[in-house]
């Protein structure tokens, strides 16, 4: 069966090509896209879960199978980057961290400590944050947090978000793409808040050391 609405307008770049999977695979598809979202950020899961959504609206797929798919696509992808920062590990990245500029090795070791502390907090909500629900993935294998806590956190999450976005693309049937506009809306205010983050932290790191320097040579 082929969605139908999408087949009468342009199908093409990431929609086009998230509709041929779920079309061609069904449940699975949906699943394989989702799951190559959380490894490559780049890929909107504000497009594929949506149109995942109003698959299952014009039959495509059930309900059901869409969430399961989408939510299992999320977790093998996040578990991707979990044993990717198991791999790089802690001692590696204390070392690539120490040779980068503007930086401490006690910045490093206080969001370690932040991250024991409220990790299984950030992997949960982290899961519903456009750009960080991939990346939270990756701190959470450096410090090796329990697999089936993160697992679960994981799960839980993704399930959240999957669901809002499936179910917001299966009311909204030939709509579905409004979702996008709204959530990469939020996407756009998440980078932005991140780089002003990034430039206030640079723009301290930068004046801390032209104070110590001033000091040191008067």
Known sequence: MQLTSLAQEPADGIAGWAA??????????????????NLFPPLPSEVILPLTGFAAGQGVLTL???????????????MALYWIGML????????????????KVSDLERTERWFLRHGTKAVFFGRMVPIFRSLISVPAGVERMPLPVFVLLTTLGSLIWNSV?????????????VVETYVGVLSKAVVVLVAVALAAYVAVRLRGRNQAQHRRTS
Do not use: N
């Not at 059901?64 to 939510?71: H, M, Q, R, Y």
């Not at 590990?89 to 980068?100: N, P, Q, S, T, V």
């Not at 917001?168 to 793409?177: I, K, N, P, S, T």
């Open 20 to 37: 041929g999977l779920v079309d061609t695979l069904g449940g699975p598809g949906a699943g394989l896209a989702i799951a190559l979202e």
């Open 64 to 78: 059901a199978s869409a969430l399961f798919w989408t939510t299992l696509g999320s977790v093998v992808g996040a």
């Open 88 to 103: 790089v590990g802690r001692d590696r990245m204390h070392a690539i961290w120490a040779k980068l500029p503007l930086v």
């Open 165 to 177: 976005l499936v179910m917001a693309g299966y009311w909204l049937g030939d709509q579905w793409e």
